[in-house]
């Protein structure tokens, strides 16, 4: 069965300190990643997508990269965190391409306190 | 571009009662559509899911009827829980590689 890895549960961060966030998936492969971010008391923000290795997409302009250096694994990064990067950080996968029926299953977060 | 709307929130029930969370939707072609629900502090679950018209979709009690003539995929429940207190998202999917587009999500808080 697949099963997805998500990496630190908590973690809090000075501001301007580094971010490595990692993700990773078990049982599949090739399948589509993403990350989300979910500020406080507000819906998800989809940060980054890929379809596979070295495919990056990214949905919206800021302090983050991501990368993918193997079939399963997704690495969320800051080189220097700001306050407003705080939140809950979701990985998700889903197979492809008749995955879209399925949905998405998500990792079980990494809340981000930026101080 | 494809769009979910859902009711805002949060919603309070008590215990017993009858649950519904309107979730409309925008979208060329035939989407499938989902509902999440978010326990406090852990990551998204699917609640259901149904992939053509008319299908509805069910699990733990709650239900959802894909509704194409009026876009919408309402999520009820019939009596609610203490533990059904969460936030639900809303979300469609289309075919390909098109991502999940999710609505904002509506918290439920139901007291005993």
């Known amino acids: 069965s697949q099963t997805i890895h998500q990496w630190p549960a908590t973690l809090v961060q000075p501001v301007g300190s580094p971010l490595s966030l990692e993700c990773t998936v078990e049982?599949?492969?090739?399948?589509?990643l993403y990350w989300y971010r979910q500020a406080a008391g507000r819906g998800l923000q989809l940060l980054f997508y890929?379809?596979?290795?070295?495919?990056i997409s990214s949905e919206v302009p800021q302090n983050l990269s991501a990368s993918r250096p193997q079939d399963r694994q997704f690495i969320l990064s800051s080189k220097k965190l700001l306050l407003s990067d705080s939140g809950f950080y979701l990985c998700?996968?889903?197979?492809?391409?008749?995955?879209?029926?399925?949905?998405?299953?998500f990792g079980s977060g990494t809340r981000l306190t930026v101080v | 571009g494809d769009s979910v709307t859902q009711m805002e929130g949060p919603v309070t029930l008590s215990e017993e009662a009858f649950l519904t969370i309107n979730c409309t939707y925008t979208?060329?072609?035939?989407?499938?559509l989902f509902w999440y629900v978010q326990y406090p502090g852990e990551g998204l679950q699917l609640l259901l899911k149904?992939?053509?018209?008319?299908d509805k979709g069910s699990n733990k009690g709650f239900e959802a009827t894909y509704r194409k003539e009026t876009t919408s995929f309402h999520l009820e429940k019939g009596s609610v829980q203490v533990s059904d207190s969460a936030v639900y998202f809303c979300?469609?999917?289309?075919?390909?590689?098109?991502?999940?587009?999710f609505g904002k999500g509506t918290k439920l808080s139901v007291k005993p």
């Open positions: 049982g599949t492969s090739n399948p589509n």
């Open positions: 979300a469609l999917s289309k075919g390909g590689q098109g991502n999940l587009i």
């Open positions: 149904a992939t053509k018209a008319d």
């Open positions: 998700a996968w889903r197979a492809t391409p008749e995955g879209s029926i399925y949905g998405y299953t």
């Open positions: 890929s379809v596979g290795i070295g495919q």
């Open positions: 979208a060329t072609g035939y989407p499938s």
